[in-house]
């Protein structure tokens, strides 16, 4: 670690973030309708958690504010995180040039159903929120053991929708 410096893209003090340095990488833009290769510099971090900060504050700066508003709606927020289609376009806040950003990332949101908050509780927890749940402690069981869990169409809509490699 070599110091405490203040936000890269707000220059805000107020939220600085550690530099553990940094590292050059092939990557591309779109300029004039043209896919570009092309070698740029990103930030080292020492862990995910870090990593996610510092780009959750990133967002929320002034070139990101269209987005930010439509936070409430995702759809809305990856359309805004689109290139600008000019310098006066004001509804978009050009996060990539890739002028199918926004519908690569609405479909990656999709495939992984992160729009579904039980995906979400999932990937956050770990356990599959449509598993049989344990039965509560000094409660007894039922006569019928099948009562005690989620039925046969629960259970087979929990297992589609941890893996999505099993279908729709």
Known sequence: MTGSLAHPITGSPDHPIEDYGHFDAQTWEIENGQKKVMIARFQRFPNLSEAFLAHALLLRGPRYAPAYAARGDWKQFAERLGPKASQLD???????????????????????????????????????????????????????????????????????????????
């Open 90 to 168: 004001r509804e978009h806040c050009g996060y990539s040039t890739n002028p199918s950003y926004s519908a690569q990332l609405i479909n990656l949101v999709r495939l992984y159903r992160l729009d579904d908050p039980r995906a979400l509780e999932w990937y956050a927890t770990g356990l599959d929120p449509g598993a049989p749940k344990p039965i509560a402690e000094g409660r007894l069981p039922t006569a019928n053991p099948a009562a005690d869990r989620p039925s046969a169409i629960e259970n087979r809509q929990s297992v589609i929708f941890c893996d999505p490699e099993i279908g729709q």
